[in-house]
């Protein structure tokens, strides 16, 4: 459960990161060397490790002091945080372990509104500067960074959304189908046809 968890809060700390690099690359370009020079970024990377590091451990090693006793059957590709505690529920009181759980959730929350803020402002700058190659440029490289974050956070919202919705779905069938959601984006393929 720790290494699922830990891996996903890095996936939109990772995005954020892209925005802020590019928010200072277009924003300021000309400080864009001292702002985000080697010792600045270890810095950062250190915030940003600990953060994760404090927050998915606590949350994991809440699960850990609880008592079970109903099924032991998830019906998910991994252990999720949620439907681990859900087993417990009528063993014990689990309300530490949903107010950690809605705690870990703030992460990407927090990203999230760390990349719109970064990306409306980055739009701001650029469509009140003259229009221009560089201009151009800008809108290219931020229009994929945005497609990325787009997929990236649809596929999240699926898998998140498919447990928690009901569906016409055996329980056999979900995981599977929440597996292809949640890792079709990222194995995308270009099939040439023809000659």
């Known amino acids: 459960m720790f290494i699922v968890h830990y891996a996903c809060s890095f996936q939109s ?3 954020f990161g ?3 690099d590019r928010y200072f690359a277009i924003c300021m370009p000309l400080r864009y060397n001292d702002v985000m020079n080697f ?4 810095i950062m990377t250190g915030v940003i490790v600990v953060r994760n590091t404090f927050i998915i451990t606590a949350m994991v090693a809440l699960v850990g002091t ?3 006793c109903s099924s032991n059957v998830l019906y998910h590709v991994h252990c999720e945080h949620q439907l681990v505690v859900t087993l417990a529920v009528p063993c014990e009181d689990t309300t530490k372990n949903y107010l950690a759980g809605l705690i870990s959730f703030c992460v990407p929350t927090i990203d ?3 990349i719109a803020l970064s990306y409306v402002t980055i739009f701001i700058v650029i469509f009140r500067s003259a229009a221009g190659e560089s201009r151009s440029k800008a809108i290219s490289t931020c229009t994929t960074h945005l497609m990325v974050i ?3 956070y649809f596929s999240s919202m699926v898998a998140f959304a498919a447990y928690r919705v009901q569906s016409g779905l055996t329980p056999d069938l979900q995981p599977p189908v929440t597996y292809i959601y949640r890792h079709g984006s990222r194995s995308v393929r ?5 000659p």
Do not use: P
Not at 39 to 42: E, F, L
């Open 13 to 15: 700390t990772i995005l």
């Open 66 to 68: 609880l008592t079970f």
């Open 150 to 152: 787009c997929i990236t």
């Open 190 to 194: 270009l099939v040439r046809t023809g």
């Open 112 to 114: 999230c509104v760390g």
């Open 18 to 20: 892209m925005a802020v």
């Open 39 to 42: 010792t600045n970024c270890m």
